[in-house]
């Protein structure tokens, strides 16, 4: 990425953030990625208004509100969705999707799979705290086969999805995993997604300090991936055949040209046009 | 629109068949001949489950003037054979009037259409197309029938040569020697029917079915942009809007399903971008909980429905009206909206590009209430006038801080801005918000934001096209979508043997106006509602939202079959008690 | 701590400086305002001081780097040690329920950890300007250290079930 320069970015992380006060739990995972965003937008010295920021429902999804950027607080699981349509007819804005595991993986899980099929340039940053925070501690498609919680006593016994796996699977272009306890690495790997054209995801493990107290313990795992990044999908799948969701960093950065739409010029008025239909 | 100021001169045509027959491919050609001839007319057809092959219907009718509604009986039928048979025999209405050509060589004329009282002419149309060199039945047939109704063969072979072009010479030259064969074999038999006048040619009619008016339509109101779900009977929407939306420089994307259609075109029109999509009941449903985030948002937004036979998967090829319940009530919340219903075929082009034109104006999600019957139903019509409603949406002057996106103002309606405006940045919110956006539980925000969006519905001007309303009398029929033109034409008639009513069908469903719907009813003593729909959807939602003080009946029945003029001719003489 | 912290000059060493003190500034900022939207209004205080003794410190960066030319450094680049900021406070542990002692605990890891940065600089360099530098900073460190360190021992240890909230997690969507 950029090297040290006498140049001076136009505009400093604290620029995008907004007078709305966050109302996470202190000790959130999604404090830093939210500043890593801010850090990330800055770097790149995009301007506010050029960014839009489309959520879903969940208590990562409230950050379009924390930014001062455009932002869409849409409905649960329909995010991808939303900023699809947005990026395809607005290939000139800068398009962030926020949220979280079950808004994106259980809800979210189709529009999930399509986007990164749909290969749009998009950044898709998903908080994964393998639980439903929002709604006081369910299980999450990656949450632990035995962790136990009121609706799934003694665990669900459900193999979690890895998020990695299916977007590598669908057709993502550019795969990376981020830890909130590392705000600068995670800041670094937003900047990268947004820079690397077509659908880029980035799943940043970020503890729910409420419902998974365990999560404490993320930090002591966490580790930075042994390997380098790879543009090989077969030796990206390979690397995810050991991994144990805790390698930090670029899986995959692929050359897959992203999918937008062609721009038709108009070739026809509305009288041309509707001459089709004369006898 | 289209008004009929006589009582029409009509004759119609069925033309069955099953196993790549091609009945439908000749009843086309039969409805484009015709228009060139200078008739107007319709097609609609029926099929079997059968993706190809199956038994297959083709229906057509044509008059001396607009038409809308199927004729009361069939005058012709013509059976390449009698497969299956029995699927279409009840909405093949035949009397001892008519004339039903059958095959010998496929049997026995089923009882079903025999117990008519029909007279039976035998023509041996398999055996006539294979005296031909690839020759076909479906063409023996169109001959047959060209003939009976002594259609002008010049523009037969003018629409021939025009359709059957891109399939070479040798099928054009098969074509033509089938129609003459069968144009031969009847006049040898001598029959003839009576079909209407012809008073000028149809230079400058159009022949469109509802899907592709309803196409037209949204182009001509400003949509660029379509994401949608394939869903019977409403994909031709989307066949029509793909290629043209490109020569206007718009674009259509096929969504993995409703739910992501209905939030693409969410984005897309928060981008700046008036957008579309197309579905039917079952796709509308799913599309509930997205609707009430584009009211919450303040996110313009156009869904048709082509309301199909419910509930459920229910009757895909049919049409019914039954969807007015989800499009009215069908969203959590206090969610105000519009309900747009085009009346006709004709009307699917100023409905759909009139609901573009008020739900970007108020920035509010429109449904257009379209149905199986107009949107697959070819007519023949004049140009439609374009009254230019386009999309205009009210952006800000002044951005910056203190700019306030849900600002209270005297119309309800609060500038928008467009992503890449300076200072314009907001988030909007499926949440309940204050006039800033910013998510709030407060009593005075709720209240003040629900008062906004249904403010400025209420107060927005929809001008006369809220509803039709036509001729008068002291008892009125109230109906909407494609019942009107079968409940017009039932009243020309009654009018010619002295009976005079009053029509009303409006555009508008939602928001209901009952202050202009009162207007409406002045002077009149009765109402009759008249709907396709087994629960009386209509007739409730009158009762529950308008003050209607007269006595009010309905007549409703469900799908599949339309109604037929005399049919209702027959319900509304005896309401009338006349 | 071994690994070198490859400062390459004034600027260099000024640029980290104001990176740290601002993102100090920062997440107290931060702090007091998740704790003032969950009404701990004395740790948000104490928050709120802190913040604005960073905001002296970053004052104090700018003075000293008026006319120097501060290269931009993306915040991945920095010469961290562990790849966060010395000050920064936003990997801390953090209770909606923390009592100014445990901020002050918080303060006190991050000024320490600031204090450490510059004592490996100052023995890692070369003498000269950037030693110099180093070493007046390391000295000025070790001034807040103690500083909050006195701070804390005026504040007695908070009791068992300091976190203890008898209400339920709220349902908010």
Redesign the interface.
Known sequence: ??V??????AFS??DYKSD????????CGD??VL?AIG?ALA?LAL????V???SG??CSSRI??YL????????H??ST??????????P??TVLVTGGDGDGFSIGG??F??ACRRNVDLTYIVMDNRVYG????QPSPTTEPDWDSALSPGGTGLRPFNPLVIALASGANFIARGFS?????T??LI?EAIQTPGFSFVEVLSPC???RPDQRDW?KIVRPAPVDPTEDIGQAARRLMTDDGFNLGVLYSGKRKPYA????????D?TN??QQ??? | MPEIDHVLNSVSIAVTGSGGAGVITAGSMLLEAAAKAGLYGLFTRSSGPQIRGGEAAAMIRLADGPVGAPGDVFDILIAIDWHNIERFAIELPLSDTSIVIADPSQGAVPDVIALSGARIIEIPLKELAKKIKKGRQNMIALGVVTALIDLDQDVVDQVMVHVLAKRGDEALRASREAVASGKQAISEIGARVTSPAISADGTGRWMISGNEAAGLGALRGGIRFVAAYPITPATEVLEWLSPNLQKVGGSLVQAEDELASINMIIGASYGGTPSLTATSGPGLALMTESLGLAVASEVPVVVVDVMRGGPSTGIPTKSEQSDLNIALFGLHGDAPHLVVAPNSVSDCVFSTQWAVSVAEATQTPTIVLSDQLLGQTKVIIDPPADLAFVARRVTPAETGEGFQRYAATGTGISPMPIPGIAGGQYTADGLEHDDKGLPSSQVKDHATQLDKRSDKLDNYDFGDHWAEIEGEGRFAVICWGSTTATVREALERLSADGKNFRLISPRLLAPARPAEMALALQGIDRVLTIELSHSAQFYHYLKGHFDISCPLQSHHRPGPLPFRVGELCDVITEWSGS | MNTRIDIGSVADLLAHVKAMETEAMEGYQDLAEQMEVHHNSETADLFRKMAHVESLHVKKVLERAEGVDLPHIPPWEYKWVDGEAPEAVSNEQTHYLMTPYHALQLALRAETRALDFFTQIVAQCEPGDIRDLASELRDEEQEHVELIKTWLAKLPEPDDGWDEDPDPPMLQE
Do not use: Q
């Open positions: 990425m950029s040290n320069s006498a140049t001076t970015s992380a604290r709305v006060k966050p109302v996470w739990c202190p000790g404090y830093t500043s850090k770097e301007a506010p208004e050029e839009a920021v489309i429902i969940g379009p509100a001062n950027t455009y932002g869409f607080h849409g409905v699981g329909r969705a939303l900023a699809t349509g947005l990026k395809l007819s607005r000139d804005l189709n529009h799979l399509h929002m709604t006081k501690g306890g590392d705000p600068n690495g800041a670094k900047t300090v409420t419902f930090k739409l062609t721009k038709h010029e108009v070739t026809s509305m046009l509707e239909f004369a006898i």
